[in-house]
């Protein structure tokens, strides 16, 4: 399958430019170190595309090429189990003993089996929030690694919520694999407007770009019960003291914080002042 690659490099406005790769028909966006990226249909109107980021950040470069996705077969070697405390995460492909929970992850088009920091970072996360009996909402769920993983260290209810439909489908594969169906349920849309319709709840995983972390953090703490937490990742480490201050500023306290290699998360509350 051929897709456009567009990658971007935003001089001045870094969110708007997000804002307008969502608005141009993204389904999501990765952050490679100051570059944004992220795949179209071939389909895409790359014209629209380029006038919204150029009416968002004048001086952003946009590159935008055709390329072939690889055969999914052709790199499930490359995949590997990875064990974070308590909790193996591995393809079905691969045999592996796990002391603790082992979560099978058929990873497809979906982010999140193990081989990236900010997943591993959750995890780990994951196992010092988690109580029985916990209300979990996980946003850009992916393939629904973290839910699965909330839901075998005790969660009760797991709200996993992605807007890309390619992903949402390999999550309910991973959902019904792992055994864990009566408590994780996969919900297709907007995080902005799905989490308030699931809230309250005790835990919130946002494992996303930092820009959509701080533009979701006022419907996070409304949508947040009572000793609520919520783990935030796939934030860059220099990007630390940012985050930091304007999770102050906006009342939030960090509690716990990890890191490993280029990246950085942590577990945050509403209203504590350090």
């Not at 990875?82 to 003993?97: D, N, Q, S, Y």
């Not at 985050?243 to 942590?266: C, I, P």
């Amino acid at each position: 399958m051929s897709v456009l690659a567009v990658r971007i490099r935003p001089r001045t406005n870094h969110d708007a430019v997000v804002a307008a790769l969502f608005e141009a028909g993204s389904m999501g966006v990765h952050e490679d170190g100051d570059t944004l990226v992220t795949n179209l249909p071939l389909d895409g109107d790359v014209s629209m595309l380029r006038e919204r980021v150029a009416e968002a950040d004048p001086g952003a470069e946009v590159d935008v090429t055709t390329v072939t996705l690889p055969d999914f077969s052709e790199w499930r070697g490359t995949v590997g189990a990875h064990t974070v405390g308590r909790i193996t995460v591995a393809p079905p492909w691969v045999k592996t003993e796990a002391i603790g929970h082992l979560i099978l992850i058929e990873p497809a088009m979906a982010f999140g089996t193990g081989e990236h920091a900010t997943t591993r970072l959750c995890l780990s996360l994951l196992q010092h929030v988690i109580r029985p009996g916990d209300t979990v909402a996980d946003l850009g769920s992916g393939s629904a690694v973290l839910s699965i993983a909330a839901a075998k260290l005790g969660a009760r209810s797991v709200a996993a919520i992605e807007i890309d439909p390619d992903a949402t489908s390999n999550a309910e594969e991973n959902v019904a694999r792992n055994g864990v169906a009566e408590a994780v349920h996969v919900l297709e849309g907007d995080a902005s407007v799905l989490l308030p319709l699931v809230a309250p709840v005790r835990v919130i995983i946002a494992n996303i770009l930092s820009s959509v972390i701080l533009d979701l953090l006022a419907t996070m703490r409304s949508s947040l019960a009572e000793g609520g937490e919520v783990i935030l990742s796939g934030i860059l480490l220099d990007e630390r003291d940012m985050m930091v201050a304007r999770l102050t500023e906006g009342g939030w306290s960090v509690m716990m914080e990890e890191s490993e290699g280029e990246w950085w998360a942590a577990v945050a509350v509403p209203g504590r002042r350090p």
